[in-house]
């Protein structure tokens, strides 16, 4: 019998990508192949592991809740995790947030919101208001809608005539600053292009969707708050909803809880998933502001919000997302992440001089390094090269093409820490190997 996997891998070329490594269990930081190695989970396996790999406590509550009430539906029927769970997230939640959606991962969050958003103003009697302003190295998820707004792409190019029209709008990629500033006399004129837009369409624009200060998978490019703050005031400005995609940036990744808290700023809505179950489940959550919940109230039907998803608040999902919360309040987290974030600083300013160093970005726990390629770009031969280079040495590092990054899950310790930049600080004479090997076959 064929022992070919049927297993379709995500974002996986089978003809050029190496066979999946196969992991047996894990635990804390580390995840332990078939075959016995233990590996760093540098990148919190897609930047869900909040607190490591099989927290004992969140472990337990997804044990203990399969086998009170694995599920019900969520339309006409309630339960108590949903309820505590919501309770809970709420203490956290920038206070105009009021009320929680729930949906089944990043990409259906996002989903949700941008529907809430042009339901919303149809609601309030402004149909015209149906645009949607991304911005440029946009990416929110895989689905029709989240696909939509993110930014155009090799991803993204075969299903062109699916994806609806946006507004795009500069992002503040300061190291490739997309208006020619250095960053010393930067008076964020990045801006300007999303006000004269608003400016002329308002009277069009449903929303303005942002990954508040980091924009992860185009390259962790991180933003000045003055960015994320300009934005709030231009949507307040000209009457246009907030929606701040916090799937990658929540739960303290930033070093706030939420990366809107850094700039000072609420959203009107906002969406989470990934580190919402501790990332032991998929789970998506929408946050809206009291007036956007409101407009979906009253006696005709046609007001209703008609969206849901079979799993929509899940039971042991919840009980997942309460022990998590639950660690913040009993384990040091928010000491662990003041730790990362001074270890990534130290270490990034160390490599910072290397020539093949281009930028190196920071924000919290998370640590990039743009190396300098002549094929910048998701697709830069230094992704599998560095890939293969950090497995060997039993470092789960993902480059995002030529960007190489850090974002560990919060129990990683300085000793660990500091065993995945001193591979990244070794791969970088080999990235310039990687990239001279072309330019001289090139010449030849
Ligand atoms: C900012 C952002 N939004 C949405 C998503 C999509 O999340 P999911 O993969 O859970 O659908 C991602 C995934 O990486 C993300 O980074």
Not at 136 to 155: L, R
Not at 228 to 250: F, K
Not at 261 to 281: H, I, N, Q, S
Not at 291 to 316: C, K, L
Request: hydrophobic share 45%; with cysteine.
């Amino acid at each position: 019998m064929s022992k070919i996997s049927p297993v379709w891998h995500p974002f996986t070329q089978p003809a050029l990508d190496p066979q999946p490594v196969n992991i047996r269990r894990a635990e804390g930081v580390y995840l332990e192949t078939a075959d016995g190695r233990r590996v760093i989970d540098a990148i919190s396996s897609w930047w869900v592991t909040l607190h490591g790999h099989a927290h004992p406590a969140i472990a337990a509550a997804i044990a203990e809740q399969a086998a009170r009430l694995e599920h019900v539906l969520l339309a006409g029927f309630t339960h108590d995790a949903v309820e505590e769970l919501s309770f809970r997230l709420r203490k956290f939640l920038p206070p105009r947030l009021t009320q929680i959606f729930y949906s089944d991962d990043g990409s259906t969050a996002v989903e949700v919101a941008l529907k809430m958003a042009v339901q919303y103003w149809q609601n309030i009697g402004r149909p015209a208001k149906t645009g949607i302003v991304a911005l440029e190295h946009a990416y929110h998820g895989d689905t029709v809608g989240a696909m939509s707004v993110a930014e155009d792409s090799e991803f993204n190019a075969a299903f062109r005539t699916m994806r609806f029209p946006v507004h795009r709008v500069h992002s503040a990629y300061c190291y490739r600053c997309p208006v020619g500033k250095i960053r010393a006399t930067c008076k964020i004129e990045c801006l300007e292009k999303l006000e004269r837009l608003l400016e002329e369409k308002s009277g069009e624009i449903a929303a303005v969707i942002v990954e508040p200060l980091l924009q992860g998978a185009e390259g962790m490019i991180v933003h000045p708050v003055e960015f994320l703050s300009g934005m709030r005031e231009l949507c307040t400005r000209y009457d246009v909803l907030l929606i701040a995609d916090e799937v990658l940036t929540g739960f303290g990744r930033t070093g706030k809880m939420f990366a809107c808290e850094l700039a000072g700023v609420e959203p009107d809505l906002m969406c989470v998933a990934k580190g919402l179950t501790g990332g032991f489940l998929p789970m998506g959550a929408t946050m809206c502001a009291d007036f956007i919940a409101e407009a979906f109230v009253g006696r005709d039907q046609r007001r209703t919000f008609w969206h849901g998803h079979s799993y929509s608040g899940n039971p042991i999902c919840c009980a997942a997302g309460i022990a998590s919360l639950k660690i913040f309040e009993s384990e040091p987290v928010f000491e662990r992440i003041a730790g990362i974030a001074a270890t990534h600083a130290e270490r990034l300013a160390a490599i910072r001089e290397h020539s093949v160093v281009g930028d190196v970005r920071q924000i919290g726990t998370v640590a990039a390094i743009e190396i300098r390629a002549d094929d910048a770009g998701y697709f830069s031969r230094l992704k599998p090269a560095l890939y293969d280079f950090y497995l060997k040495r039993d470092v789960l590092l993902r480059p995002l093409g030529n960007v190489v990054y850090v974002l560990p899950p919060y129990c990683i310790t300085a000793e660990e820490l500091n065993r995945v930049h001193d591979v990244i600080a070794e791969s970088l004479d080999f990235a310039q190997d990687v990239l001279g090997n072309r330019a001289e076959s090139a010449r030849a």
